[in-house]
C-alpha cells in the first residue's frame, strides 16, 4: 500500500509572541509546582504546549493562548503523571480525576490535595 505524502492546502503559521507565551505559560506552571522533578520538566517542556496552540490560532488573542497553553501543559503534564502512570489500575486515578473535576466546578472551594493539580486547574477555571 502506498501511502500519499501529506498534504495541507494552508501555509505553516505560528503566533508572532509564542515564545512569550511560552514563557509565561512555563512560570505558571511553575508557580503551581507542575513538573518540578527532572522527568516531569522534560515532559512538561517537551509538549510544546505553547507551540502548538499558537499554530491552531495563529492569530488568535494573546491572553486566550496562554490561557489554551496552560491548560494544555497541564493536561499532559496530569495524564503522564496520573493516567499513564495508574498502568494496570485505572481506578486509581479516581480520587485525583475527582479533586480535579471538584476544582474546576467549583473554583471558588478549597482544598487538602498533596497534588498541584486541582489548584492549577481551579485557577485556570477562574
Known sequence: ???PPLSCPLPSA???RVAEIERRAL???EEFALGTNELGHRRL???NSAAWCCRLAPDGDPELLELASEWTYASFLFDDDHLDATGVRPDASVPIIGEVLRALDSPESTDTSTSPYPAAYRDLSR
Open 1 to 3: 500500500m502506498d501511502i
Open 14 to 16: 505560528c503566533h508572532p
Open 27 to 29: 512560570a505558571w506552571a
Open 45 to 47: 517542556v517537551g509538549s
